[in-house]
């Protein structure tokens, strides 16, 4: 049995760590590339959403290097997630493709399956052992999700260009070279304190900038054209509502057990949506009024296009713009996205950003 996966920022790092610590055979799929997309464009329903075509693409170049189990994790609602075992499944039976799915659902029913499941794809039964890896992988997960957030945070106020770049991609090609998540983490810790020390300039006039949507499109760097790097260069700093730390956490963890993390965000979003209708639709009407009550300059929803939730969320978008009296923008992506106009967009908004600080700080002034 050889593993695949998805290929979701870079979650690729603490599932590798996962497996190797189980002794599972893996392959990792190739980053996200153009290649990526059209093999998943050209083999997937036109209008589905823009995700589906990317995991697709991954699952054809690893199906390619010999994988012939594929491992996703379920969803439910009506969002399309629910069904992509079962679509994909189709596809590449279609394309001659004979693979085994295996579908991680959280586990708030048939724990007896879960487990079997987990078992499966883990190639033993020692529970303790399965714990144990699993819980080393996601520490990984969490610290580098931590990693990723300081540098959003960071590179605006860098005193030597690319220095944070730097520091970064040399860690990630640390991680992707190391064998198992002990040494994973120990690169990691490294890489917090070394982080630390890069020299800033904290009297910069720097915006705040929060990302909010679906969760691949704001996680996935391919996927998004890069966003974070590209509004740090501009002079802005970000924070993503979503990481897949969190999401693996309150899915396997705090939602199993009758509870969530999420409760501030659900109460966010009371006023304009009061349940979940499935994706991430509730999340990212209740992180965008929480950015407005901390102040944010403005917020950005992204959204593949024909993600229904995404749909809902960007119908509200508009009433809380002006009763939070904060800038929204939302970028609807798919595989004819161009990059230009794209990056236009996102310079035309910043610019109203800055234009509207500025004068907000003016007239502060001169009262």
């Known amino acids: 049995m050889k593993i695949t996966f998805p290929h979701i920022g870079n979650s690729y790092i603490p599932i590798k760590a996962l497996f ?5 055979e893996t392959v990792i799929p190739p980053k996200s590339s153009k290649k990526t997309l059209e093999l998943g464009t050209k083999n997937a329903p036109e209008l ?16 390619a290097k010999g994988a012939d189990t594929i491992i996703i994790t379920g969803g439910c609602g009506p969002c399309r997630f629910g069904y992509y075992c ?33 078992s499966k794809i883990a190639n033993t039964k020692n529970i303790v ?29 860098e005193v030597h260009e690319n220095e944070v770049d730097k520091l970064y991609n040399n860690f990630i090609d640390k991680l992707e070279k190391s064998r198992g998540s ?21 009297n910069r006039e720097v915006l705040r900038v929060g990302i909010v949507g679906e969760i691949y499109a704001v996680i996935d760097d391919y996927c ?17 509502s979503l990481s897949t730390g969190e999401w693996i956490t309150e899915m396997l963890l705090f939602r199993s057990m009758g509870m969530s993390k999420e ?3 659900w109460e966010a979003a009371n006023p304009y949506i009061k349940t979940c209708i499935g994706g991430h639709a509730r999340e ?18 992204l959204m593949p296009f024909t993600c229904m939730p995404e749909i809902v969320a960007m119908s509200m978008m508009p009433s809380i713009q002006e009763e939070k009296n904060i800038p929204i923008l939302t970028l609807i992506i798919d595989e004819m996205t161009g990059e230009a106009g794209y990056l236009t967009r996102l310079e035309a908004f910043i610019d109203l950003l800055r234009n509207r600080k500025d004068k907000r700080i003016s007239q502060t002034v001169d009262s």
Not at 20 to 24: A, F, T
Not at 224 to 235: H, P, Q, R, S, Y
Request: aromatic letters at 4%; hydrophobic letters at 40%; a positive charge.
């Open 86 to 118: 079962e679509v994909q499944k189709e596809i590449l039976k279609d394309m001659g493709y004979d693979v085994d799915i295996i579908v991680l659902e959280a586990p708030e029913g048939n724990k007896k399956e879960f487990i079997r499941r987990v």
């Open 182 to 202: 002990r040494e994973m983490i120990n690169h990691l810790n490294n890489a917090v304190e070394m982080m630390k020390e890069i020299k800033l300039d904290k």
């Open 129 to 157: 052992k399965i714990s144990k890896s699993l819980k080393n992988a996601i520490t990984v997960l969490k610290k580098l999700n931590a990693l990723e957030e300081m540098v959003l945070k960071a590179r605006p106020y």
């Open 20 to 24: 190797e610590d189980l002794g599972v």
């Open 284 to 301: 990212t009407v209740g992180n965008t009024v929480l950015y407005s009550k901390e102040e944010y300059d403005g917020v950005i929803q």
């Open 224 to 240: 998004n054209f890069d966003i974070g790097k590209k509004l740090n260069k501009m002079g802005v700093e970000v924070h993503k």
């Open 48 to 63: 589905i959403c823009l995700p589906l075509k990317i995991n697709l693409g991954n699952y054809i170049e690893s199906i």
């Open 263 to 265: 409760m501030k965000i």
